[in-house]
């Protein structure tokens, strides 16, 4: 979400006659792009605004705009905190940066933009700004109705709101003819998605999924992230309809525990959570399965985190995103008592993250002498082999004869490593 609209700004200001610079100690205009999803991010975001500050009392004309959701937590009390910042601006605002800043340069003010309750305006695309790229995201909508009792969404990206499907169809559109060819749906919630246009015209997710998977050119079609109190089974059959849609999901369960999701109000079982698990591999027996997960949750014993790792070991995920509990303000959680130790909670990420290392392991080794289809991005970190990913959404390095980036193309793999799989490539597609 947060690389969409940093998309979204850079395309808007480009569209302005802005450039962008390579140090920041040449910009006019600095936008710090901000979650508040955890404490550790916050941290480090507002780490970087004081380097940022740093700059600008060398350099008294640059702009310097907080953007986000620690922006739209902080509003203008983030101003009274750090003078040199000229701009706050919340998530759902960043559609009008080109009005803030005009405000900013031409009537000298400061400006803090936060305002939740309508929707989004939808910032004109830039051409040529996808060129080079073949993966994108689109944001299919903003917000949140779940108020899960940790969680800060809800009260920084506002209430759920679905964009117009058309829309969205045209975005997508716009990005292939770039020649993206590998785009993810983007949304809090993308299986709650719900658009209701005059005349009684309803879309649904699986209707919008099917739509923008008839797009000529568009390869691979995927979704983040899905709540599974809301998973259908229209949505779970769409993985064996849609040519397009890729054999992964990324289906958050944050806690093995009935009595901690009872308390995180998730509105699933980990008997229902298990039970759709089976139900996608029914459908789709090559499904690649991520998810995320939080150790520590207020009032977490020592048998609510064993039925976590118990999960773990039944369901044995592709990838597994595992986080400590923080406390987020303002969320119901932030209340809950008792809390658990900080130690107690790094020892049981610990145990955790090296359960999930030897599952996913040995699943990456279980590809090795197999051959799977690669959409190459571009050269790996080192710079002397190719790197693309599976539909699986596995990361690939690979040797090649020719340079393939841009293409679909076959990969046999050699070995299995913990976060990538390495291989040559067999032939172009
Ligand atoms: S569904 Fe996701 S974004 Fe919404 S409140 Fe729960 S954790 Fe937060």
């Given at each position: 979400m947060n690389e969409y609209d940093s998309d979204l700004l850079a395309q808007s200001?480009?569209?302005?006659?802005?450039?962008?610079?390579k140090e920041p100690g040449d910009a006019d205009l600095i936008l710090i792009n901000t979650c508040s999803v955890r404490a550790k991010p916050e941290q480090k975001a507002l780490s970087l605004l004081g380097r940022m500050i740093d700059i600008k009392?060398?350099?008294?004309?640059?702009?310097?705009?907080?953007?986000?959701?620690?922006?739209?937590?902080?509003?203008?009390?983030?101003?009274?905190?750090?003078?040199?910042?000229?701009?706050?601006m919340g998530p759902r605002e960043v559609g009008r940066v080109r009005d803030c800043l005009a405000e900013i340069e031409e009537r000298g003010k400061k400006v803090v933009a936060i305002n939740l309750d309508e929707s989004p305006p939808i910032p004109e695309p830039c051409r040529g700004y996808f060129t080079g790229r073949f993966?994108?995201?689109?944001?299919?909508?903003?917000?949140?109705?779940?108020?899960?009792?940790?969680?800060?969404?809800?009260?920084?990206?506002?209430?759920?709101?679905?964009?117009?499907?058309?829309?969205?169809?045209?975005?997508?559109?716009?990005?292939?003819?770039?020649?993206?060819?590998?785009?993810?749906?983007?949304?809090?919630?993308?299986?709650?998605?719900?658009?209701?246009?005059?005349?009684?015209?309803?879309?649904?997710?699986?209707?919008?999924?099917?739509?923008?998977?008839?797009?000529?050119?568009?390869?691979?079609?995927?979704?983040?992230?899905?709540?599974?109190?809301?998973?259908?089974?229209?949505?779970?059959s769409c993985f064996d309809q849609i040519e397009a849609l890729c054999p992964h999901i990324h289906l958050p369960f944050q806690a093995g525990s009935n009595s901690v999701l009872r308390r995180m109000r998730r509105g699933y079982t980990r008997e229902r959570y298990l039970e759709l698990i089976s139900s996608l591999r029914e459908v789709r027996p090559d499904i690649a399965i991520s998810s995320d997960v939080m150790v520590g949750f207020p009032g977490e014993t020592e048998y609510d985190f064993e039925m976590t790792l118990d999960l773990i070991k039944k369901v044995e995920f592709d990838a597994l995103f595992s986080f400590k509990y923080?406390?987020?303000?303002?969320?119901?959680?932030?209340?809950?008592?008792?809390?658990?130790?900080?130690?107690?909670?790094?020892?049981?990420?610990a145990t955790l993250q090296s359960i999930q290392r030897s599952i996913t392991l040995q699943k990456n080794r279980n590809l090795e002498g197999k051959k799977v289809m690669v959409l190459v991005e571009g050269v790996s970190r080192r710079g002397s082999q190719y790197t693309g990913r599976t539909d699986t959404n596995k990361i690939v390095n690979f040797t090649c004869k020719y340079n393939p980036i841009g293409g679909l193309i076959k990969v046999k793999i050699k070995d299995g490593l913990l976060n990538s799989l390495r291989g040559e490539c067999l032939m172009a597609e």
């Open positions: 200001l480009i569209n302005d006659g802005f450039l962008p610079v009392k060398r350099k008294p004309g640059l702009i310097l705009g907080l953007v986000g959701c620690v922006a739209q937590q902080g509003g203008s009390g983030l101003i009274e905190r750090f003078p040199e910042l000229d701009l706050v993966t994108g995201y689109i944001s299919i909508m903003e917000g949140c109705d779940n108020f899960c009792s940790y969680c800060i969404v809800p009260f920084v990206r506002g209430r759920e709101v679905s964009k117009p499907p058309r829309s969205i169809i045209a975005e997508a559109e716009l990005l292939v003819s770039e020649g993206v060819r590998d785009i993810t749906l983007l949304g809090q919630n993308v299986n709650s998605y719900m658009w209701k246009g005059e005349g009684g015209e309803v879309w649904d997710f699986p209707m919008l999924l099917r739509e923008v998977g008839r797009i000529k050119e568009l390869w691979r079609l995927r979704f983040t992230t899905s709540h599974p109190k809301d998973l259908s089974k229209d949505l779970i923080s406390d987020r303000r303002g969320t119901l959680a932030e209340k809950m008592q008792p809390k658990v130790e900080e130690k107690e909670k790094s020892r049981r990420l």
